[in-house]
């Protein structure tokens, strides 16, 4: 009972209490609110997609930044409990929905963001390799959906290909940035890779199938 006692007690911290009060889906999105604070992700009017989007609290993070001139797409595979208001929602698997559905009727968007864990096993080698492919792919999307100057933020858990995606990213964006928020917990293996500023010139590369 004890220490079932302590993990609730360390699932329920201040980040914990702060995402209740402020009517937020989870705590995660703290994680969003620092990285913004420092690298300026997000704007108003801007045009943003979230891959695996639930519970919600990255897209009601962005809403409150990017404003009723903004345009807001959420995908995951799981239906949102909370509401979005102007946000257009997808349920459905990244892996499975063309390109043309994620846009919509948007020539491109100004920022994509993944907060996107992998179904995990609890063997390190096993969800490290996951994440990465996850990664990977909302880093394919990014290429293929953001506009030039458009920024990227996806999470990973660090893993034997870690520096080969992050000099991906710096291909394809001017500056890469790899972000601990201090939101995360500290038992956590996540960091965030931040890319910012699409460059022109990149080619896109067409995302990975499903591994």
């Known amino acids: 009972m004890g220490s079932k006692l302590g993990d609730r007690d360390r699932r329920h911290d201040a980040y914990w209490r702060r995402a209740k009060q402020e009517g937020l889906a ?20 801007a045009r943003v997609l979230d891959l695996g989007c639930a519970p919600g609290s990255w897209l009601q993070y962005a809403a409150r930044v990017v404003g009723a001139k903004g345009a807001l797409v959420g995908i995951d595979r799981n239906p949102l409990e909370v509401s979005i208001p102007g946000a257009r929602l997808m349920v459905g698997d990244i892996y499975q929905t063309p390109l043309e559905a994620l846009r919509g009727d948007l020539a491109a968007f100004d920022a994509v963001l993944s907060d996107m864990a992998p179904d995990t096993t609890g063997v390190r080698q096993t969800d490290q390799a996951r994440s990465e492919a996850l990664f990977e792919h909302a880093l394919g999307l990014a290429e293929a959906l953001l506009a ?5 933020v996806g999470k990973i858990f660090q893993g ?8 991906r990213c710096r291909a394809s964006f001017e500056e890469v940035k790899i972000v601990k928020p201090k939101s995360s917990r500290k038992e956590s293996i996540e960091v965030f890779v931040v890319g910012l500023r699409r460059k022109p ?6 995302p990975p199938a499903r591994p």
């Open 160 to 167: 034997g290909g870690f520096q080969q995606l992050v000099q």
């Open 26 to 45: 989870a705590r995660a999105a703290f994680k969003l609110e620092e990285i913004d604070q420092r690298h300026h992700v997000l704007r108003a009017g």
């Open 148 to 152: 030039p100057g458009g920024h990227f």
């Open 201 to 206: 010139a990149a080619q896109p590369t067409p």
